[in-house]
């Protein structure tokens, strides 16, 4: 097969072998990039259970577009071969990644367990449940993005005529839950039973239930608890092991009832870390102080000594010596030297200050509409607000389940919030009260832009979602998109031209005012989060692996800018004509004060990734991230 052609993609390299085929790598001619091609086996070809199979996986992956699940590019069925092309993930399983390391650390354990809760909880909301769940079928990229593959044997909820009968045990027995071993229909909960698993694993190296026969193994899961996690994590080994044991419950009332849910105990379990670190964090620093502090006397009663032994011996000569040196300006100049480094230095360590927010869950949005006034969003429902510039927050909501995306006013008095599920809310009263608007799509949206009429706007989001509004938000309505992918961001050169950049480096453009959007030139396989236009022509693109390209031509053209960095970038802001930030998912922030052809890495002193930022008025900057972190500016 290596070196043939099916259709337009040619077959390069063997990636992997399953129960269903082969999965190769291949490189698409018509636009020129590499694909995974899963092709079933020849003799699953004659039958005809297969092959419905086989076929169900394609359509039923190509209805999950979510950042954490493998995308579906197309179909194939040549010369009696039917394949699936899929993205093509240039990374490392997390079978590999465990047998590499022997085990995970727990807080890259739960960084992972987070994105696959995501992409599962998102396949859960479309119906579909993987029944397969495993680190074989788990991939990480270079990124550190994490993805399910192989929706092979995935079945919609909905579908009560699917192949696979009731009474069939479909998975692999080690990530199997008890009512798949009872050959019960599985659930959602199944594969919150199989998450649990891969946790387990991820923390010791290996499956709770994986010793003696495969009667023993089935038994297990039927009938035992998990062993607990050895005592390595502290004070946190108990709710480590509450989390896995609610996870693994045998009842499925007791256990998690939805990926949501789960998720929330892995924040509260990740924020309840970042505590202990600060905690041992301050505890050696205070230890490394008292260190140095009695380094310090010992050397200072050395000198000392021997500083008075030469006073003894050179006395006239050291006195006017010295005298003469005080007396001189080098020494004057020295000092002020010395002052300048240090007071530039608590400059650079002081520039960004760390606000004390009323939530821990995630802020994706902020925004002022005026120097007193403004308000931030994020997951869980979270809204907070201040009304003293910034130095105070209060809470609004945070009792959701829907994820809000980014908040927008129009004016001191209306102002809108996108997220999850379609959500779109108004306020008309600067920000005290928000409504829901009727939406016309389920897709989480994740934008929302005006154009300088303040009528016409704009909404994307995921599964190639584009809404616009005629009437100043009041109502939406959805425009035919050429994409699939998940859309981030949007960002318009005059009235008439615009773009949309979004997943796999996606752009769209539009020349009628956002009418009709077509398909633009890539500048980037890369995810693109953000799109900003500025100084009328010059525009800046931010998205995965440090990217940065720059345009001065209106978006016709695009040149990738260094960043120095391979972290995911989030979110750029144009202060001026000449100076910016950027944010990262690692707590960066780059500036530049040459309008964006030039970028220094600077750190906020936040390890958090910093999702979105906003100016107000008064020129002051607030930045907010993960874990309900707020930045603001301190000169």
């Not at 996986?57 to 069925?77: D, R």
């Not at 995501?118 to 990124?143: C, L, M, Q």
Request: aromatic share 10%; charged share 20%.
């Amino acid at each position: 097969m290596i070196g043939s052609v099916i259709e337009h993609y040619k077959i390069v390299s063997v990636l992997g072998e399953g129960g269903m085929g082969v999965v190769y790598q291949a490189f698409d001619l018509k636009l020129e990039r590499y694909v995974a091609l899963k092709i079933l086996n020849r003799e699953a070809t004659t039958n005809p259970q297969f092959i419905a199979r086989f076929k169900r996986e394609a359509k039923n992956q190509a209805k999950l577009t979510q950042s954490n699940i493998v995308p579906v590019y197309g179909f194939t069925e040549e010369r009696n071969m039917l394949g699936i092309v899929m993205e093509f993930v240039d990374g490392e399983t997390l079978e590999h990644m465990i047998q590499r390391k022997g085990k995970l650390e727990l807080k890259e354990s739960l960084q992972i367990l987070k994105q696959i809760l995501t992409g599962a909880g998102y396949a859960h909301s479309k119906g579909f449940v993987h029944r397969d769940i495993k680190p074989s079928n788990i991939i990480i990229n270079h990124e550190g993005v994490v993805k399910i593959m192989d929706f092979g044997i995935s079945k919609s909820i909905n579908d009560a005529k699917g192949i696979t009968k009731t009474g069939t045990k479909i998975g692999t027995i080690l990530y199997m839950s008890p009512e798949q071993i009872k050959a019960m229909e599985p659930t959602s909960q199944s594969d919150i039973y199989s998450i649990g698993i891969t946790f387990y694993e991820m923390l010791s190296g290996k499956t709770p239930f994986d010793s003696g026969t495969e009667f023993d193994i089935m038994e297990a899961h039927l009938k035992k608890n998990p062993p607990k996690i050895n005592n390595i994590y502290g004070g946190l080994s108990q709710e480590v092991d509450a989390v896995i044991n609610k996870a693994l419950s045998k009842t499925l009332v007791k256990r998690y009832q939805d990926c949501e849910e789960f998720l929330a105990d892995v924040e509260r379990l990740s924020q309840k870390i970042t505590t202990v670190e600060s905690k041992q964090k301050t505890k050696a620093e205070r230890k490394d102080k008292a260190v140095k502090k009695n380094l310090s006397r010992v050397r200072f009663y050395f000198y000392a000594f021997i500083f008075f032994c030469i006073i003894g011996g050179l006395f006239y000569f050291v006195f006017s010596t010295v005298s003469e040196f005080w007396r001189g300006t080098d020494k004057a100049n020295l000092l002020n030297k010395e002052l300048s480094v240090f007071q530039d230095d608590q400059a650079v360590r002081s520039t960004w200050r760390q606000i004390k927010t009323p939530i821990s869950s995630t802020l994706n949005s902020i925004y002022f509409i005026n120097d007193s006034t403004g308000f931030a969003c994020g997951n869980q429902g979270a809204v907070i607000s201040t009304r003293d510039g910034g130095n105070s927050w209060q809470t609004l909501s945070d009792s959701s389940q829907i994820n809000l995306y980014n908040i927008f006013f129009m004016n001191q008095s209306r102002g809108f919030i996108v997220g999850s599920n379609g959500t779109i809310l108004n306020s008309t009263d600067a920000g005290n009260t928000w409504q829901k608007i009727i939406s016309v799509t389920a897709e989480a949206l994740f934008k929302i832009y005006f154009l300088n009429d303040n009528k016409t706007g704009f909404i994307v989001g995921a599964d190639g979602t584009i809404l616009r509004s005629n009437d100043a938000g009041a109502s939406w309505y959805q425009l035919n998109s050429p994409t699939k992918e998940v859309l981030y961001s949007i960002g318009f050169t005059d009235d008439n031209k615009g773009f949309i950049v979004g997943w796999n480096g996606e752009m769209l453009e539009t020349s009628d005012q956002g009418n009709t959007w077509t398909e633009a030139r890539k500048v980037s396989d890369q995810y693109l989060r953000d799109i900003k236009f500025f100084n009328g022509s010059t525009g800046i693109i931010v998205g995965g692996g440090g990217l940065i390209a720059r345009s001065d031509d209106g978006g016709d053209d695009w040149k990738i800018i260094s960043s120095n960095t391979v972290s995911g970038l989030y979110s750029i802001n144009m202060l001026d004509q000449s100076h910016g930030l950027i944010l990262g998912n690692k707590g960066e922030i780059l500036t530049t004060n040459d309008g964006g052809k030039n970028w220094k890495n600077n750190a906020s002193g936040s390890y958090a990734s910093l999702m979105s930022m906003t100016e107000t008025p008064a020129k002051k900057i607030f930045i907010v991230g993960n874990n309900g972190v707020i930045l603001t500016n301190t000169n």
